[in-house]
């Protein structure tokens, strides 16, 4: 594991931009994971400029998404389809056919999480995941829970997701209960795991999943495990490290 630490937000998600910006330099049909949330919006800015200044060239890219919401219209002003069509799809040239974002609108939710599963599998794995973290050290929707799930599922959003994202909706009661989320399996078969964490509000998680047993209850623990896992934090998010 290693750990950055940047004096600001704003300089830990540069970096991070840079290094995804790296990964498609070196590798411009890499497969990126990607993620949503207040946490990546400044590194996917500093994306947008790397391609505006013709430094990374997103034509090759293919990108999958960690969630999504259950219940929602793609085009639903919180929904992670949106999200990432305005925060970053719409603003580099990746071609609408390689992105993809699991669905929460399908009659069959199980069996279309394992076939979002599969198609990573068959792109080939991904090359990097960029994550956020929860402030119950979720990671994805992935929640503190008795097991680690693997797969792609559905998941019960927990009360603190549910009271950390109403901030995105008119209330809590229009936040939907359910989501589908990548597991912990294909997040640890990421040949490249980044971790953006920024702010105070993060840092008693941060502090669990660098320093604590590697347990569900802290689903970020089992990043220890991986062979090559990044974790840009800002003092705050540091300050109990
Ligand atoms: P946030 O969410 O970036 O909006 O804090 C991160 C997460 O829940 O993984």
């Not at 639903?76 to 305005?86: A, I, L, Q």
């Not at 795991?193 to 689903?219: C, Q």
């Amino acid at each position: 594991m290693e750990i950055r630490i940047f004096e600001t937000c704003r300089q830990a998600c540069q970096a991070a931009a840079l290094v995804m910006g790296a990964q498609i330099v070196s590798k411009p049909d890499s497969i990126l994971g990607l993620a949503t949330g207040s946490t990546p919006i400044p590194a996917y800015q500093e994306l947008i400029r790397l391609y505006q200044e013709g430094i990374v060239d997103f034509s090759r890219v293919r990108s999958f998404n960690l969630d999504e919401y259950v219940g929602i219209p793609e085009d639903h002003p919180c929904s992670y389809h949106r999200f990432m069509r305005d925060e970053l799809f719409d603003h580099v040239n990746i071609l609408k056919e390689n992105t993809h974002v699991p669905s929460g609108l399908s009659r069959d939710l199980e069996g279309d999480a394992l076939a979002y599963d599969a198609a990573i599998e068959a792109a080939g794995g991904l090359d990097i995941q960029l994550l956020g973290i929860g402030r119950n050290g979720h990671i994805g929707f992935n929640e503190p829970a008795d097991v680690f799930t693997p797969q792609c599922h559905v998941v019960e959003l927990t009360e603190s997701t549910i009271d950390a994202n109403k901030r995105f909706f008119d209330s809590a009661d229009d936040v939907p209960r359910r989501a589908v989320s990548l597991g912990v399996g294909t997040i640890m078969k990421a040949a490249t795991v980044l971790l953006i964490a920024t702010g105070e509000d993060k840092a008693e998680a941060v502090r669990l999943s660098v320093k604590g047993e590697i347990t569900p209850r802290v689903p970020a623990s089992i990043l220890k495990a991986h062979r090559h896992v990044l974790f840009f934090l800002d003092q705050a998010a540091a300050s109990r490290l």
